[in-house]
Structures are given as C-alpha cells and as structure tokens.
C-alpha cells in the first residue's frame, strides 16, 4: 500500500492515470501529453507499475498502458477503513 500512496503523489502520475481513465493508451500517445523526456516519463510508467496502478502490455513494437481497476478498489476499501464511519459506540447499560 506504500507503493501506491508513493505513486500518487506525484502530481505528473496522478495526470497519466487520468489520462488512461478513459481509455488505454500507447506509451507515444501518453508521451505526447507530457512534456517530459522519454526517460522521466519511463520512470513514472516504473513506479506506477511498481504501486501495480497500471498494466502494460507489448503488441508488436508498442507498449500499450492501461489502469489497473483491481488495485483501486483495494485502495478505496483502504481509505473507508481508515477514515470511513466508526461502529456505533457502546450503549450504557441500564440499571434495572
């Protein structure tokens, strides 16, 4: 879980993953987005894919990225717990 709240919070990787929010992308087009060298970028697909946020895939001579949707619901189910509502605290018991 470390991995991912490192991931996050860069501000350059919380656009790529809402860049592939709508759809996959192949790394060319994501480069097109960003005004970083190939190699900044690359760093940023390798923590990415290191938190397990996103899935590359190679077809032929491109790698193509999509959000890995599994690794999100963990992380919300993370954060409900933590900050989510409490149970109910305990009753007084009555005296009879």
Known sequence: MNEVFKA?????????LAALRQDEQTAGQLADRFP?????????????????LIDSEKRGTTIIYRLNTTVFQDV???MLNLFGP????PTQKENP
């Open 8 to 16: 996050l919070s860069d501000p350059t990787r919380r656009d790529i």
């Open 36 to 52: 970083l060298s190939k190699s900044t970028l690359s760093g940023h697909f390798a923590v990415l894919k290191a938190a397990d």
């Open 76 to 78: 919300l189910s993370h």
């Open 86 to 89: 409490t149970s109910a605290p």
